[in-house]
């Protein structure tokens, strides 16, 4: 396994010093990128400006649609009353995870429904 490890990163190593003649920039330019070379020890070269396109022409406007009268408010049903609060009778999530986890829904014989409290 080392031995391929090796070899791969060798191969990786030929394939990088091979490729240094296929870089756009001497190694300098590349500054911390390249090993054994301060970083920017120059600077890069400004990409050339190229001259400014001509502007296109402007579509013609295109007419605004026409307005659609409003549509009417739905009728608001009537509140409900609110419901009495209720305590809960089953463990919260986590805990009920955990007996689960354990091997735990039921208990007794055959137990009750799942994380009921008793």
């Given at each position: 396994m080392n031995s391929m490890i090796s070899l791969t990163c060798l191969v990786a190593l030929m394939c990088t010093?091979?490729?240094?003649?296929?870089?756009?920039?001497?190694?300098?330019?590349?500054?911390?990128?390249?090993?054994?070379?301060?970083?920017?020890?120059?600077?890069?070269?400004?990409?050339?400006?190229?001259?400014?396109?001509?502007?296109?022409?402007?579509?013609?406007?295109?007419?605004?649609?026409?307005?659609?009268?409003?549509?009417?408010?739905?009728?608001?049903?009537?509140a409900l009353p609110a419901a009495a609060a209720v305590a809960a009778n089953y463990y919260a999530y986590a805990r009920a995870a955990a007996l689960s986890y354990l091997g735990y829904p039921y208990y007794g014989a055959y137990g009750a429904y799942p994380y009921l409290k008793k």
């Open positions: 010093v091979s490729a240094a003649p296929l870089y756009p920039y001497p190694a300098p330019y590349y500054g911390a990128y390249a090993p054994f070379v301060p970083p920017y020890a120059a600077p890069v070269p400004a990409a050339p400006v190229l001259p400014a396109l001509p502007a296109a022409p402007l579509a013609p406007a295109v007419p605004a649609a026409p307005i659609a009268p409003a549509i009417p408010a739905a009728p608001v049903a009537p």
